[in-house]
């Protein structure tokens, strides 16, 4: 499955952006579909991820400003963006054990940007 990312940009504190993640081939159902972000100099972050019976799970950093939803892509909206949220941010299928989204990453897209400026 290839997957690729679009959406990224630069904006100020506060504003809202929206990354998609459109996928070639189909996506297993039993899997999960996930955002996740790397800033320069600091390891890779689980964003959000979204199960496939709907239940969704947030890193605390990012709870009630970004939501993570699915239809013929997968969506990150981003809203009240901070510059610690400055990252590069990738889409990736996450394994499933237990019915729970703590497998690991099996595929990944090539990320796309995201810059807030204070």
């Known amino acids: 499955v290839q997957l690729v990312e679009s959406g990224g940009g630069s904006v100020q504190a506060g504003g809202s952006l929206r990354l998609s993640c459109a996928a070639s081939?189909?996506?297993?159902?039993?899997?999960?579909m996930g955002w996740f972000r790397q800033a320069p100099g600091k390891g890779r972050e689980r964003v959000a991820l979204?199960?496939?019976?709907g239940r969704t799970k947030y890193a605390d950093s990012v709870k009630g400003r970004f939501t993570i939803s699915q239809d013929n892509a997968l969506h990150l909206q981003m809203n009240n963006l901070k510059p610690e949220d400055t990252a590069k941010y990738y889409c990736?299928?996450?394994?499933?054990?237990?019915?729970?989204?703590?497998?690991?990453?099996?595929?990944w897209g090539q990320g796309t940007q995201v810059t807030v400026s204070s």
């Open positions: 081939g189909s996506i297993s159902n039993r899997h999960c």
């Open positions: 990736a299928t996450v394994g499933r054990k237990y019915g729970a989204c703590i497998g690991d990453e099996i595929d």
């Open positions: 979204l199960n496939p019976d």
